[in-house]
């Protein structure tokens, strides 16, 4: 993306960018900056219309997105020359992967010469004329042929590397954003994604459900870490698959997630919780050693929605005590605030 405007149309912009930006509390940043600038010059269409849905949907754009949709749009060119860039150092990987096996044949072929020069001038009819050629080549042989050898385990040891560095060229970096082990994203995500979902100003109805796997230490003590492991990669491939967009869910620490809920009142994030604890209380893990099933995961719900005024501490402590009320009365159930 290029910018070429003179100073007084990107004054313009700047003043028309920054009332948007307050109005729907988005966070004044560079990258914020850049993305408004790029809206309100009307110069990508499919840009504005991406964020008029984004605040339709949210009443604010929030950061997630718009980190997104910066990448998309305002720094896509960018982003293609990199990769360009990275497909070209591959193919010069590649290229001198080739050249190094070409070289090795080509010493490997020269030595074959050498020994056959060497059978050849050691024919007795050439002995008078060539004694000094026999002496030069066969002291230097040997000594070739071991040349040779190492050279071609270089050659191997460099592909090898070439090898290994296209494949970490290749393979993507982790996002800070998402926690490895459920692929959910983070804490960091949520508190920054809340904080500004409840600082836009618009009527859009927030519901905070936090979910806590009941027992979760002693599981681990009966089970085994690698066995509460699969149960917490199982709850991340399910609030993934039941919670889309705009739900936001998230490993929110340990054994405790939670989800955002965007244009949902408190009905329907009770429906969706009771689907999860459904779900999670049916879940069946055999062990590979013993045979046994395990079959006693449950986890306990609690759902607020957002009330006039609220701050995103507020509501996180409501949740919480929803939380801990649904443990209070036995677990495996969902508690409102």
Request: charge should be negative; include cysteine.
């Amino acid at each position: 993306m290029k910018f070429v405007e003179n100073p007084t149309q990107s004054a313009e912009y700047l003043r028309q960018a920054i009332p948007l930006m307050v109005k729907y509390n988005i966070p004044p940043n560079p990258l914020n900056y850049a993305l408004w600038y790029t809206y309100v010059s009307n110069r990508i269409p499919t840009l504005n219309f991406q964020i008029d849905q984004t605040i339709e949907t949210y009443g604010t754009c929030p950061t997630m997105m718009s980190e997104q949709l910066f990448r998309q749009h305002v720094i896509n060119e960018e982003i293609e020359h990199s990769e360009k860039a990275q497909a070209e150092f591959i193919s010069i990987a590649t290229k001198l992967g080739s050249k190094a096996n070409a070289a090795a044949q080509e010493t490997s072929e020269f030595r074959t010469i050498l020994e056959e020069s060497l059978i050849a001038l050691n024919n007795p009819e050439n002995a008078n004329s060539l004694d000094n050629i026999i002496n030069n080549l066969s002291e230097h042989t040997e000594s070739l042929n071991k040349g040779t050898i190492r050279f071609q385990k270089e050659l191997e040891a460099s592909q090898a590397e070439i090898l290994k560095l296209k494949k970490e060229l290749q393979k993507s970096r982790q996002d800070a954003s998402i926690d490895p082990l459920t692929g959910l994203f983070n804490r960091r995500v949520f508190d920054t994604e809340l904080s500004q979902i409840i600082g836009a100003r618009g009527d859009k109805s927030a519901t905070l459900v936090m979910i806590d796997v009941d027992h979760f230490k002693r599981f681990n003590d009966d089970y085994g870490h690698l066995m509460g492991d699969k149960v917490l990669q199982y709850f991340g491939k399910l609030l993934k698959e039941e919670c889309p967009e705009p739900m936001l869910p998230v490993r929110f620490g340990g054994e405790e997630f939670a989800i955002l809920m965007i244009g949902k009142d408190q009905d329907q994030a009770i429906s969706i919780a009771e689907t999860l604890r459904e779900k999670i209380q049916s879940i069946r893990i055999k062990q590979k050693k013993t045979g046994k099933v395990i079959s006693s995961i449950t986890a306990s719900f609690g759902v607020c929605m957002k009330e006039s005024n609220e701050t995103a501490q507020q509501l996180i402590e409501r949740a919480d005590k929803a939380l801990y009320a649904a443990k209070g009365n036995g677990r495996n159930c969902v508690v409102t605030a």
